[in-house]
């Protein structure tokens, strides 16, 4: 009887000692323990055919984060935002929307990250001959220039800003056709509702329609970046922080190449 309740004991004791040394090995990981978490990323139109490939390839190691996208202009991307919408990351192209949201302190202290820079270029459509240079955007030949809206579309920031460098922007403002997105911008030359446009490189790059007539002299214009920031509102904000870290990794910073962005 006494042998019986000294292996008892001991057995007792052993259960109650591994169940303690084994507690801690079982806590799940910060995404981990967030099985089937959804993450919505608002970003910059000009980076859809990017984010889209990027998608599937950290859904490798992590197939329980659901990624949806909300792509648009950067400025109304950034209304969205401070008006409540929801959002667990935002990526602009220009750094003016993130500083606002900075300012407004809707955004997650120290996830600030440059992923990408880019150029601007002046397109045509692919058949258009006679244009050469942004100077013969004066031209009377030239009816309609496709341009975002200076406003909320950092691509019509951009575009402004090399006009005014160029001393024409006076000239042609009474030609211009302003689009809510980068994208539209890019439409409108390759239906041929516009003779020519202002877009980024990478969005010239993804259409055959269209034809780059020159690019933009970097000195005409304000850096062209991408600033991706966590939303202090965001319910997955680890989540989010690393997805963050992967749009900055080698596999993802190889599909941004390909698509014509410029590594930081």
Do not use: C
Not at 3 to 26: D, E, H, M, S, Y
Not at 74 to 98: C, N, T
Not at 163 to 171: A, P, V
Request: charged share 20%.
């Amino acid at each position: 009887m006494k042998r019986r309740k000294i292996l008892v004991l001991i057995t007792t004791a052993l259960a109650t000692l591994l169940l303690a040394i084994g507690l801690p090995t079982v806590t799940p990981s910060p995404v981990a323990a967030q099985s089937n978490t959804s993450l919505l990323v608002s970003a910059a139109a000009s980076l859809k055919e990017a984010l889209e490939e990027i998608k599937p390839l950290y859904q490798q190691s992590q197939p329980k984060v659901n990624i949806s996208y909300n792509f648009g202009s950067s400025g109304a991307l950034q209304q969205q935002i401070e008006q409540g919408a929801p959002a667990d990351i935002f990526i602009s192209a220009a750094k003016k929307q993130v500083d606002a949201l900075e300012q407004k302190g809707l955004v997650v202290a120290g996830t600030r990250n440059i992923i990408g820079k880019n150029r601007l270029v002046l397109v045509v459509p692919k058949n258009a001959i006679g244009i050469t240079s942004f100077y013969n955007l004066k031209d009377t030949k030239v009816k309609k220039i496709a341009i975002g809206e200076p406003r909320s579309v950092p691509a019509g920031q951009y575009a402004q800003q090399v006009l005014e460098k160029l001393k024409i922007w006076t000239e042609v403002k009474s030609k211009l056709v302003f689009a809510n997105n980068v994208r539209q911008v890019l439409a409108s030359v390759e239906s041929g509702n516009a003779d020519a446009g202002l877009v980024y490189i990478t969005d010239a790059k993804i259409s055959n329609q269209v034809k780059i007539v020159v690019t933009a002299d970097e000195k005409y214009h304000s850096a062209i970046i991408y600033p991706l920031v966590v939303i202090k509102r965001s319910k997955n904000v680890d989540a989010a922080k690393e997805f963050s870290q992967f749009l900055s990794g080698d596999k993802s910073k190889a599909v941004f190449k390909k698509y014509g962005f410029i590594l930081p």
